[in-house]
């Protein structure tokens, strides 16, 4: 798949950069939101260029649909754009967006009725691709092949919380955010039990 041009946008504007501890120069990700806010179209392209593909590839975990998610990843930067005056501040640029995405995802589904395959009926799939494996995380086909049967017997909600936690490196409050968990108490729990049963599973 290809990646869009964020509308073709030509930009002057700079980024303004924060100076680390070690000396060298960054762009937080509240600075970052905060320069799109304020209308930088600079900050935008670089939020667009950033973060399109980790969307995508969200959005694919929880429907199979890959029309359906590419339609909903550029409805959610349209709508961030026209509306970015109005939109709060965050510190975590990529949580921002997945909450957003999560939310397009049920709200399109129930609203259109669009059917989905039965594997992903069954709840949130965790894919990996071939370089995943021989290049990311130096895992053999043999053990790639018993992770996926180890996550294939877990429930929906849990192989979802390990992806947050182990594949997006969200803590457990984002991710009982983005569960509608009651209690981050809740989220660390199905971490856990989702871990004990891999753990088992691969033994």
Wanted: hydrophobic share 35%; glycine share 4%.
């Amino acid at each position: 798949m290809n990646k869009p041009n964020p509308n073709n946008i030509l930009t002057t504007n700079k980024i303004s950069l924060d100076k680390s501890s070690n000396g060298s120069y960054r762009v937080s990700d509240a600075t970052l939101w905060q320069q799109f806010k304020e209308g930088s179209e600079a900050a935008f392209i670089k939020i667009y260029n950033e973060n399109f593909n980790m969307l995508f590839n969200y959005g694919f975990q929880l429907t199979g649909n890959q029309e359906f998610i590419e339609d909903c990843v550029q409805d959610i930067f349209i709508y961030l754009r026209q509306k970015r005056k109005s939109l709060g501040p965050t510190d975590c640029i990529k949580f921002y967006l997945m909450k957003c995405m999560r939310r397009k995802v049920f709200k399109e589904m129930k609203k259109s009725k669009i059917s989905f395959s039965l594997e992903y009926s069954e709840g949130f799939q965790i894919t990996f691709s071939h370089e995943d494996f021989l290049i990311d995380q130096q895992i053999e086909q043999e053990k790639s092949e018993k992770l996926n049967k180890a996550l294939s017997l877990l429930s929906g909600k849990k192989r979802e919380a390990i992806y947050y936690f182990y594949f997006q490196n969200l803590n457990y409050t984002q991710i009982s955010e983005l569960l509608e968990l009651s209690h981050v108490k809740s989220a660390r729990n199905l971490v856990y039990k989702a871990l004990s049963v891999l753990k088992a599973s691969m033994e």
